[in-house]
């Protein structure tokens, strides 16, 4: 007789019953949602890191014709960033700047 396998279930959905124009009145939805929020970030952050890594290894790896050979690892890191982090000034994502559109290589 084998160990059961078992798998943690996590809801990655927001709460149904948050309002964001009252967030204060179900206390329970507005932590679930600042739960919610700090997952999501932290979710950007690691694949931030993650891209960063890669394009460390493709500077390593290509060299002197890394302009070339890396750069939509450097445009992937660069569209990750945007928008993510703690900052000091408290605003959503959304609230950041427009990301701007990716130009299509000829």
Excluded at 14 to 35: G, H, Q, S, W
Excluded at 43 to 54: D, N
Excluded at 75 to 82: A, E, G, I, V
Aim: with cysteine; glycine share 6%.
């Amino acid at each position: 007789m084998g160990r059961k396998k078992s798998y943690a279930e996590f809801d990655e959905l927001p709460p149904d019953d948050f309002d964001p124009a009252n967030p204060y009145k179900d206390p329970v939805a507005f932590l679930e949602m600042r739960e919610h929020i700090v997952r999501e970030k932290w979710i950007q952050i690691e694949k931030a890191k993650i891209l960063r890594e890669k394009l460390r290894w493709c500077y390593r790896i290509e060299g002197v014709n890394h302009l070339q050979k890396c750069r939509h690892l450097v445009q992937q890191y660069l569209d990750s960033t945007r928008g993510i982090g703690w900052g000091k000034d408290g605003r959503h994502p959304s609230l950041h700047g427009p990301k701007p559109e990716a130009v299509e290589s000829e």
